[in-house]
């Protein structure tokens, strides 16, 4: 059984001094956000840009659940809570920890003929499969079950099932036999293989799987650079299984396809939409071997700009839209949702398109319902969310304010405002309520990125208002209020804030994210900036006449802190600084391009020559996703650009930290302390416990179970591209092993331990 979060938060016990307790911060979902009236059913989910989804049953419970997933971020998981007939989705975190590293796509599909759902994604050759079963929680999980390959004649050997790196293919039963074959388009982008599923035909058992590449150019149809596709198109079959996938030193087409192959009009063939890197639009085609008899599946008409008809709702999503065939409202008949599948110049809040499907049979009916299917139930602030928690009306309860990079803009650009949640909390009952979505109008300033902080920096005693830009630049806001007790009024100056000594404008070279804090101790609260370098400027506050600040640059890497230094450039550092635990000390905490939190000691010394200690490279194991891995075909490690504030949103004297993401979106932790002694306080659900550390390591990583019922464990350590470089198998009475890992790049990993069933991955940190 996969470890859950807070039986990873027990690592914690060895970078915490505190020995008789556990402090960590957990998932939770308890503070309601009402907006526009309404109770937002999503709103710690983390938000949506790129999202993949599929369904399947994730608890046992006979309902069918919702799996979103983003490639190069990880997945997210939504438990159907409602009944037959009339879901309700609520985010489970908890359930993506039984998921393994997944690339490009994932489906969930049922080979077996078990009615528990297995698992399809890229893998290392096109398709890898992962086979369904309920652990003893009734919870979904996954072994590895085989690559697939099928026998190629003319090379005389295997050959894997192909899909494009970034593509999206479509697994389906295709001939209408009970099992799901595998559409893709070839390595060229122009014609789409079909592997059939030959269980059947051979009469194999349920858990075989034996593909044959029937068909290299299913549908008869050949695509180009444009828009309209060549049908029916008069392919070449004479070498029908190909020697191997080598490009064509002749290609004329592309890669980056999005092939939905479904039944669109209910007639007992499979149509498809294909979604493509080069337009916003999707195309459909309709397939006529049934309507018109012909025997094999041929695309026999399209509408290069589907749902573009007086009453219909065309698809726009710059750029490379992807459609996904799956029963949203859960009345017996597939919907379509469809998203962006490009991470870069793509909508991020109109992002999730539905098309409810009310068709009969030969009557094809796709209404649309909603471009923010799922966004409007969510905290959802466009790409890289800044959450901040400061009290703007005076009521003694913090408020949150959510800034981002920006919302899409036509063209491609990104456009920032601010959003105000008024803390509407009380005994018992946190929340927040929405009260605009563009604080002070800021969308007219047309900000490209909006990283706010709050604090006095002219010396009047009001709290103003700083905003960090993607240029590297702030921009300041005077509090111009009558008094500190009175609700801020922010007024704009109208240069960008400067360093006075210098008299050059304030630049961290990208990405600005401030904090405003006294860090020397003298009584004036300086201005610390993140960066996209990853390190925090600290720029002492010197103000001596009320209402003039009065910035100098002290030091450009405070305490020679570096968040993600073992990762390349960019790094993006988002600082908070303050009391995060119960010991009442003040730490620097900070996000990153990787998604981990950092947090330093050292920076309520008051020593701004100090360097601080990093003391957790992974603080309560938060990275906002399950991401450990590069995507394939791609030479950077993907972000997930997480920035956090902490507060005590409840009023119940506990704490809370908000983390932002990539997607624009906000995940929710609450602070928890368990103290191992007391066995009513700990939780049950785990069996198996592991230990890692030190983390970051050195030289060497020290991997220590318990209590696992396995005859042996095997240890891993698999680096982001999937390749294992270290694994040994141990009989269980052992409980430890020491990997040596001096040898290896400073880098992130990932360690796995496998016992029987239990399948256990934490990131490791190596760093010299």
Known sequence: MKMRFWAAAFLMLFSLAARSQSIFYQHDTS??????????LLPWCGGFNNSQFTMGDLNNDGLQDLVAFDPWLGIRTFINKGTLGHPRYSYAPEYALNFPPLYDYLVLADYNCDGIPDLFHRGGVGYEVFTGHFNSLNELCFTFKQDIYYTNLVAGGPSNAYVNPGDIPSIIDVD?????????????????????????????????????????????????????????????????????????????????????????????????????????????????RVEMGLGRDSMVSQDT????????????????????????????????????????????????????????????????????????????????????????????????????????????????????YHNTSVPGNPSFTLVTKDFLGLSGLNYVGAAPAFGDLDGDGKTDMVIGHTDGTISFFRNMAGSAGSTP??????????????????????????????????????????NVYGQFMYFQNLCTVSGSPNLKLVNEVLGQAQVDPATTFPNYSTPYIGKVDSTGTDYLLSGSNSGNIYRF???????????????????????????????????????????????????????EMIVGNIRGGLDMYKLKIYFPEDTNNQPKREQTTVKIFPNPANESVNVYWLNTDAASVTVSIVNMEGQRLYTRTLANSYHNVTIPVGDLPNGVYVCEVLAGSTRVYQKVTIMR
């Open 31 to 40: 503070v309601h956000v009402i907006a526009y009236g309404n109770q937002q």
């Open 176 to 288: 209408g036999d009970g099992d799901p074959d595998l559409v893709s388009y070839d390595v060229n982008g122009q014609s789409i293989y079909y592997y059939r599923n030959m269980r059947v035909e051979k009469g194999l058992s349920c858990d075989s799987l034996e593909f044959h590449l029937t068909d290299q150019c299913w549908g008869k149809v050949k695509q180009q650079f444009w828009r309209e596709h060549t049908l029916p198109y008069n392919c070449d079959e004479s070498n029908l299984i190909l020697p191997r996938h080598a490009r064509d030193a002749e290609k004329t087409t592309h890669s980056g396809n999005t092939p939905c192959v479904f039944d669109w009009d209910m007639d007992g063939d499979m149509d498809y939409l294909d979604g493509s890197i080069s337009f916003p639009n999707m195309t459909f085609l309709k397939n006529g």
């Open 305 to 420: 700009m589907w749902q573009s008809y007086p009453g219909g709702t065309l698809v726009n999503l710059p750029m490379w839209p992807a459609a996904f065939n799956v029963d949203i409202d859960q009345d017996g008949k597939k919907d379509l949702l469809i998203s962006p599948n490009a991470s870069q110049g793509s909508e991020n809040y109109k992002c999730v398109w539905y098309y409810k499907n009310n068709s009969t049979p030969g009557t094809p009916s796709w209404q649309f319902e909603s471009d923010t299917f799922l966004v409007d139930q969510t905290i959802d602030v466009g790409t890289a969310a800044y959450p901040v928690l400061f009290d703007f009306d005076q009521d003694g309860k913090p408020d949150l304010f959510v800034g981002s990079d920006g919302y899409f803009q036509p063209g491609g650009t990104l456009k920032s405002r601010i959003s105000y």
């Open 489 to 530: 009024i922010l007024v704009p100056a109208e240069t960008k804030m400067i360093d006075n000594y210098t008299l050059d404008t304030i630049n961290t070279g990208g990405y600005a994210a401030p904090f405003i804090y006294d860090v020397d101790h003298d009584g004036k609260p300086d201005l610390v900036l993140g």
């Open 601 to 655: 000691g050292g920076i309520a010394s008051g020593d701004t020559a100090a360097t601080y200690s990093l003391l957790d490279a992974n603080y309560s194991y938060i990275d906002s996703d399950f991401n450990y891995y590069n995507q394939p075909g791609y030479g950077v490690y993907m972000n997930l650009r997480t920035a956090l504030t902490v507060g005590d949103i409840a009023g119940d004297g506990g704490k």
